[in-house]
């Protein structure tokens, strides 16, 4: 079983950056995909990125070009870094993982993101 626990959310202005980490319990290595999901209020949880063990990429429409997802396999850790952040990005981020490629069986409890105008 692995533990994910998310951190570096906060406050920032509208513009600004900030960079979350998902600290696993276990190895992070052989974790077929991990992810990055938000949900707003009122809103459901949607995609933000994940990431394959290869290191292949995908992002929603509306943060390409501004996010940057990576994993550290030697550190068990896996980042969101968050660029020209706007208000609309204010949520709820959580990191997931799926060990064996039947979808995200591991949920971290979140870290909360407030961006302002």
């Known amino acids: 079983q692995v533990q994910l626990v998310e951190s570096g959310g906060g406050l920032v202005q509208a513009g600004g950056s900030l960079r979350l980490s998902c600290s696993a319990s276990?190895?992070?290595?052989?974790?077929?995909?991990m992810g990055w999901y938000r949900q707003a209020p009122g809103k459901q949880r949607e995609l933000v990125a994940r990431?394959?063990?290869?290191?292949?990429?995908n992002y929603a429409d509306s943060v390409k070009g501004r996010f940057t997802i990576s994993r550290d396999s030697a550190k068990n850790t896996m980042y969101l870094q968050m660029n020209s952040l706007k208000p609309e990005d204010t949520a709820d981020y959580y990191c997931?993982?799926?060990?064996?490629?039947?979808?995200?069986?591991?949920w971290g409890k979140g870290t909360l993101v407030t961006v302002s105008s």
């Open positions: 990431i394959t063990k290869r290191g292949t990429t």
């Open positions: 276990g190895s992070i290595f052989s974790i077929n995909v």
């Open positions: 997931a993982a799926d060990p064996y490629g039947y979808g995200m069986a591991y």
